[in-house]
């Protein structure tokens, strides 16, 4: 599977912004998918939100949990996140993921090329 992400950008600190990841291939709906950060400075990629292949299930890192959502649409191919009352330590290259195992970067299948998002103050 490819994936295509987007919606990455600068926007200041209380901001909001809504990444997009499309995916090619049949097997989308099959995979749980998630989105990553890496932040600047480090090699580390954590994950942020994940979600079941499903949708009935996500999951959020404590740090963003009740400001970020994570969704999907199979019908589309495609996930998003969207990201509310960003702050600036939400800085970094996202990346979105899919077949991603127990959510750590070593057990992800398959990854998107990443998008930036800088929070200004």
């Known amino acids: 599977v490819q994936l295509q992400a987007s919606g990455g950008g600068l926007v200041q600190a209380g901001g909001s912004l809504r990444l997009s990841c499309v995916a090619s291939g049949r097997r989308f709906s099959s995979y749980d998918m998630g989105w990553f950060r890496q932040k600047p400075g480090t090699l580390d990629r954590d994950v942020v939100a994940?979600?079941?292949?499903?949708?009935?299930?996500?999951a959020y890192a404590s740090a963003v949990k009740g400001r970020f959502t994570i969704s999907r649409d199979n019908a589309k191919n495609t996930i998003y996140l969207q990201m509310n009352s960003l702050k600036l330590e939400d800085t970094g290259v996202y990346y979105c993921?899919?077949?991603?195992?127990?959510?750590?970067?070593?057990?992800?299948?398959?990854w998107g090329q990443g998008t930036q998002v800088t929070v200004s103050s």
């Open positions: 993921a899919a077949d991603i195992g127990d959510g750590r970067a070593n057990s992800v299948g398959y």
């Open positions: 994940a979600i079941r292949s499903s949708g009935s299930g996500t």
